[in-house]
């Protein structure tokens, strides 16, 4: 499988995403989870992050708990979508054993040290903190990158922590900037297209009519979500946000990509963390990013059914 790490704030669709990565080990070799502060705090999404690897059962992957706090603006929650756990409403208890003592930073830039150029995928479903951290510290780590897939950002559909930002850019949009201008292979699946890939009802229907744990787990936090937009009055079902990084690595002919410049707003207050997507290339605006601009929800889905339908 394809060596990957995935840094994440799980978070209820983080949790959807982990398990749908950790359901398919001979295609995605998943080499630890490592989390940061993001829809709730640090310690939180790294217990999360340990309690999703025992649902999914693959406690053996090892958790390195990543940055508390963005690198230059104040935290910003999203428990609000979230819940105070991250969890939504599942029961959250101790996991059986807790994230490795390394940190996620330094576990980085030790593991792509140790592999092969190239070799190793980055899937980032929270604010872009840890790799931020992991570049300013060691930048030759840079090119080692085999390629980073991130959910983060707004083009069309404007933002939906404020009017012009997406919440894993405005949480931290210094280090979204720092990757964006890293050179890395950067592929973004923003709200343009995770808003196509709901979880309707009729598709939570076919979730809950899968049996096992993993599906229960995600078919429950699902329903979360989709009483969470009624409340908050958001409209419309669910976004499955991050699991589209994951859908894209698995199956990348469900979604339409388009080469663009990449620039993230970090000075102003009101527009702080918006992501300029521009497709008209030039000698000031060389590619730096593939944007996703189309999705095939309901490819999507079936792949979703066919991957928790594999759970244990
Ligand atoms: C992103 O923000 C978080 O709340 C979600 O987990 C997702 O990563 C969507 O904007
Ligand atoms: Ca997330």
């Known amino acids: ?82 819940g105070p756990t991250g969890l939504g409403d599942l029961p959250v208890g101790q996991p059986l054993r807790g994230p490795e003592e390394e940190g996620a930073v330094d576990f980085l830039v030790r593991t792509l040290r140790a592999r092969p150029a190239g070799e190793v995928t980055l899937a980032v479903t929270g604010p872009m903190t840890n790799l931020a951290r992991a570049l300013q510290t060691a930048p030759d780590i840079g090119p080692r990158i085999g390629r980073v897939v991130a959910m983060g950002g707004a083009r069309r559909e404007g933002g939906n922590i404020t009017a012009s930002a997406e919440y894993n850019i405005h949480a931290d949009p210094h280090a979204a900037d720092i990757v964006a201008r890293s050179g890395v292979d950067l592929v973004l699946m ?80 009101l527009t702080l963390g918006h992501t300029a997507v521009e497709f008209r290339l030039g000698e000031q605006r060389a590619a730096n990013a593939r944007w996703a601009t189309g999705a095939d929800s309901d490819g999507a889905f079936d792949l979703i059914c066919d991957l928790l339908g594999r759970g244990a």
């Open 1 to 82: 499988g394809l060596p990957l790490i995935i840094d994440c704030d799980p978070g209820v669709d983080d949790t959807v995403a982990l398990l749908l990565a950790l359901a398919a080990p001979e295609r995605l070799d998943v080499l630890a989870i490592t989390t940061v502060a993001g829809n709730v705090g640090g310690d939180l999404t790294a217990r999360n992050a340990c309690l999703v690897r025992e649902i999914a059962g693959r406690p053996d992957i090892p958790v390195h708990a990543g940055e508390a706090r963005p690198l230059v603006r104040a935290p910003v929650a999203a428990d609000h979508f979230h």
């Open 190 to 269: 923003g709200l343009d297209v995770t808003h196509q890939v709901t979880a309707t009802e009729a598709r939570r229907a076919r979730i809950a009519g899968i049996t096992n744990t993993p599906a229960k787990v995600a078919s429950q936090l699902m329903a979360f979500s989709a009483r969470t937009e009624v409340e908050l009055g958001t409209g419309g079902p669910p976004p499955l946000h991050d699991p589209c990084v994951i859908l894209w690595l698995l199956a990348p002919h469900l979604f339409t990509l388009r080469d663009c410049h990449l620039a993230i707003e970090t000075e102003s207050p």
